[in-house]
């Protein structure tokens, strides 16, 4: 899994530290507060994560355990391009485990996880409704389909150049 190092600014620190507040000692504070930093940081880091359970005096166990249990919440940078490979049942039977090994190789991080530079993210998903075009990849909302290994580089590269 690479490993990029957490980047807060004073001002999203007292952001986070504002909603803290709002929040403390409300029943089920802990919900809102982790909503609000994703909001803020766009992820939830360990030291996020550690200043909210500090904050809300709540064992950090807890909110590493609600942070990792709804698939809204995510421990890692997006990228500044978002890329998800289909991998419903379409989109898996034409090769999309292939386009994810592509972009995955092309990119040098695994699925659910961003560059070091932070330009490029990569998750996949089960359908996206375009079973006529598969596989299918979609970056930054932009569907491509009916694409093979050989596509991934000339794609990736259209946005490298942005």
Request: glycine share 8%; proline share 4%; charged share 25%.
């Amino acid at each position: 899994m690479s490993q990029i190092a957490f980047e807060g600014t004073e001002e999203q620190a007292a952001r986070l530290a504002a909603c803290i507040s709002e929040h403390r000692g409300e029943k089920g504070a802990l919900m809102p507060v982790l909503h609000e930093a994703q909001d803020i940081y766009g992820y939830l880091p360990p030291e996020v994560q550690t200043v909210i359970a500090e904050g809300l005096n709540v064992p950090l166990a807890e909110v590493y355990g609600v942070a990792t249990f709804y698939s809204r919440f995510t421990l890692m940078p997006k990228g500044k391009h978002q890329i998800s490979v289909c991998l419903g049942t379409a989109c898996y039977v034409k090769g999309s485990d292939k386009i994810l090994e592509e972009v995955e190789k092309t990119l040098k991080i695994s699925c659910g996880e961003c560059t070091s530079d932070r330009e490029f993210s990569i998750d996949s998903c089960r359908c996206v409704g375009a079973c006529g075009l598969a596989p299918v990849m979609i970056v930054d909302g932009e569907v491509y389909g009916k694409l093979t290994e050989k596509d991934v580089k000339t794609i990736l590269n259209k946005y490298a150049e942005n």
